[in-house]
């Protein structure tokens, strides 16, 4: 009996082992929690193309925008862990969220096995060109001569855009009115529009627009100043300390099978690492940043710490 018993365990597990050796065997949906045209929306389609051309199935992006990111991020949460849901998790949806939202269906720490970083890369500072300051000191002596009047857009209340001007007005002293958009995109063109006048949203998205003149880039948001803007100072050279780095990385649920988690980590790793990709990404300020899971595991945790401080000190809090 315990030879047939050992015999069956043995052919189970060998079964699972080639369903997994065999992923993926159908479409994979890599979801987004922010609207298409977003910074996230255009990294997940880079990593989508290449995954696609690599294993040979289709990879579908699913953007489902809403609360900050959590309507996303929750839905892949509840998802089957096989390896055909996966999540482009943000700084801001992957982090920010654990100390921001009261009530958030699902945890971060236990829900989601963390797969690979993908990029970091600097918020923008960015005013619409009505607003006359040409600097940061300068924006910072508009803003003290006019409490309360200038207006700044985010792609969400409590995202790393929302909190980074949270950021810069403690830092500064300064009062400005936050109006929430779903994603980056949005708040941009509402700027070119004239109803928004400042923000400090993924370099990504925003840099061709300030190279092409329809928003005014001031500075840039890391400690150090950023290759493909080399003449851009940062927000630290006048306000020293200040740091607000983005960053995107890759998610599957718990319990998804770890020869799919390491397989992805390195297509991944090999996808960041093409001269091609690479290019591309640091010519609109990302920066490739490929980690293995437990590294990256540990990286999120960190994250969620340091954010769930800026959060309680804004007094931002969602129900």
Do not use: C
């Amino acid at each position: 009996m315990r030879t047939i018993f050992a015999v069956a365990v043995a052919l189970l597990v060998s079964a699972a082992g080639h369903a997994q050796d065999a992923w993926p065997q159908r479409a994979v949906t890599l979801v987004v929690p922010f609207g298409a045209g977003g910074s996230a929306d255009l990294t997940a389609r880079v990593l989508s193309t290449h995954l696609q051309a690599r294993l040979g199935t289709p990879f579908v992006i699913d953007n489902r925008a809403g609360a900050g990111g959590s309507i996303g991020t929750g839905f892949v949460a509840k998802a089957p862990n096989d390896g055909y849901t996966l999540l482009l998790g943000t700084v801001s949806s992957s982090a920010i969220n654990a100390a921001l939202y009261t009530k958030l269906t699902y945890d971060l720490d236990r829900d989601f096995q963390p797969v690979s970083l993908l990029v970091r890369f600097p918020n923008l500072l960015f005013v619409n060109p009505k607003i006359p300051a040409t600097s940061v000191t300068g924006l910072i002596d508009y803003l003290k001569a006019n409490p309360g009047k200038v207006n700044y857009g985010s792609s969400g209340i409590g995202t790393s855009s929302h909190l980074s001007v949270v950021m810069f007005a403690l830092a500064t002293g300064t009062d400005m009115t936050h109006i929430p958009f779903r994603s980056t995109s949005e708040v941009v063109n509402s700027m070119i529009g004239g109803h928004i006048d400042l923000g400090i949203d993924s370099m990504t998205t925003t840099i061709p627009h300030a190279q092409s003149g329809a928003v005014r880039a001031l500075a840039v948001t890391t400690p150090q100043r950023n290759a493909s803007v080399p003449d851009l100072p940062t927000i630290g050279e006048t306000l020293p300390g200040y740091e607000a780095t983005a960053w995107q990385g890759l998610f599957a649920p718990a319990g998804t099978p770890r020869p799919i988690v390491d397989r992805l980590a390195a297509e991944v790793k090999r996808i960041l690492e093409m001269p091609e990709v690479a290019s591309s990404l640091k010519a609109v300020g990302a920066e490739p940043a490929p980690m293995p899971p437990d590294a990256f595991a540990a990286f999120a945790r960190t994250e969620r710490v340091k954010w769930k401080e800026v959060v309680r000190v804004s007094g931002a809090r969602v129900d």
